[in-house]
């Protein structure tokens, strides 16, 4: 069973870095940014969004324990002021070693009871279009797709 840990200041200095070179390569991959870009945007999204750290309010990040006691993904969600009511998943992993054992439908369940616990009724995320296996977990315990933006290159 996954349990919700709040992340320590060491844990998120190592998420941090991580999470901004993968977020950079993303929006690479999706066409939104370019290579010479990228990190520095990532860099600047990031700071916006979490100034003051895990400290930062509004925003719950946590390392995703099991039942072992190891360390299988991260999730960070925050309550947006201008959507009372609306839980905003911004990150959400389980680490490849640990995948394929149902830690993240667990993970995606106890946030709900914890959003839930904070008085909130709807749970909002973005997935990028080309990550398939996170779009089928999404929707297998229950989101639904709100918007679908698609792209086509033209030669």
Do not use: C
Request: hydrophobic share 40%; proline share 4%.
């Amino acid at each position: 069973m996954i349990t919700l840990t709040p992340m320590s200041a060491p844990e998120f200095r190592d998420y941090l870095a991580n999470a901004i070179r993968t977020y950079a390569q993303d929006k690479i991959q999706a066409g939104n940014w370019s290579q010479d870009e990228a990190l520095e945007r990532s860099i600047k999204e990031f700071e916006g969004y979490l100034p003051q750290g895990v400290q930062t309010p509004n925003n719950y990040l946590f390392s995703l324990m099991n039942e072992n006691g190891d360390k299988v993904g991260i999730l960070w969600y925050a309550t947006l002021p201008k959507r009372p009511g609306l839980a905003f998943i911004y990150d959400f992993e389980i680490y490849e070693l640990f995948r394929r054992r149902g830690y993240a439908s667990q993970a995606l369940s106890a946030m709900e009871k914890d959003a839930k616990a904070l008085g909130l009724q709807q749970i909002e995320l973005h997935v990028f279009g080309h990550n398939t296996a996170a779009r089928a977990l999404y929707m297998k315990v229950g989101f639904v797709e709100t918007n679908v933006m698609m792209v086509k290159t033209i030669s």
